[in-house]
């Protein structure tokens, strides 16, 4: 069975899903991005600025809490259209100022937020909720998908 846009219900949710950040993934981050503030890489740099240490760039959510699109789906028994464009429409984060560190345990869960139809046109939001180890929201946001 598919997941359809008739299938798809506001509040379906994926299970959580979890994962401890490696301080060499944001290295690698920060290199691919470009990101060439120390306070990413440098942990003296870092501690000079009265950061507690390295931390993870804040775009850097997007990297290390996708969405779980076929998680999400699986738990209605179904599985993603072949025809689902994985490129989303818009995305909105926003950032809780909670700092992510390297060996912090990351977990996030994605859920449907909306279903709109707007000029012919089907999308479905949804929302990835992020926290730390402590259970602190770290981020939260939202990504859109048109859904053929």
Not at 5 to 13: E, F, I, L, M, S
Not at 26 to 40: D, G
Not at 117 to 135: A, C, I, P, S
């Amino acid at each position: 069975m598919t997941y359809t846009w008739d299938r798809a219900k506001v509040g379906d949710t994926a299970p959580p899903s979890s994962r401890v950040l490696a301080d060499v993934e944001i290295a690698e981050y920060c290199r691919a991005a470009r990101y060439e503030n120390l306070v990413y890489t440098n942990q003296p740099a870092a501690q000079e600025t009265g950061l507690p240490g390295i931390v993870a760039p804040p775009a850097m959510i997007l990297a290390i809490a996708q969405p779980q699109l076929a998680d999400l789906a699986a738990g209605q028994r179904c599985d993603l259209p072949a025809s689902l464009s994985l490129n989303p429409t818009a995305i909105t984060i926003r950032y809780q100022g909670v700092f992510v560190r390297p060996e912090d345990v990351i977990a996030s869960q994605t859920c449907v937020a909306s279903k709109e139809e707007r000029e012919e046109k089907r999308y479905l939001t949804f929302t990835v909720k992020v926290h730390n180890q402590d259970g602190q929201l770290v981020a939260e946001y939202d990504v859109e998908y048109m859904w053929e």
